[in-house]
C-alpha cells in the first residue's frame, strides 16, 4: 500500500460492520446502505463477520451445520415456495 494514501482516499469497513451483497458480491459497509447494497440496491446482504468467526473483540458466533441439516431446511423452504 502507498504510504502517501490520505484516510479519505482508502475504503476500509470494520469487520462487524461488513456486509457481502449476494447479487453483485461487493462488500459494503451496513451503516451505509440502509438495508440495501448501495452499488446494485439488492436487500441480499449476508453478514460477514460470523462467517468468519467474529471479531478479536467478541466471542467467536460462528455456527457450522452438517450438511443433512442444511438439505432438511432447503427441501423446507422448496415446499413453502
Keep these: 500500500m502507498k504510504a502517501d494514501l490520505k484516510m479519505e482516499e482508502l475504503n476500509l469497513v470494520r469487520l462487524e460492520d461488513a456486509l457481502l451483497c449476494a447479487n453483485c458480491e461487493v462488500i ?3 451503516t451505509l446502505g440502509g438495508g440495501k447494497c448501495p452499488a446494485c440496491g439488492s436487500l441480499a446482504l449476508l ?5 468468519l468467526g467474529g471479531t ?3 466471542p467467536c458466533t460462528a455456527s ?3 450438511p443433512s441439516i442444511l438439505e432438511s431446511a432447503d427441501s423446507k ?3 413453502r415456495a
Design 47 to 51: 453478514n460477514v463477520s460470523p462467517l
Design 28 to 30: 459494503v459497509n451496513q
Design 56 to 58: 478479536l473483540e467478541r
Design 64 to 66: 457450522f451445520f452438517a
Design 77 to 79: 423452504l422448496l415446499q
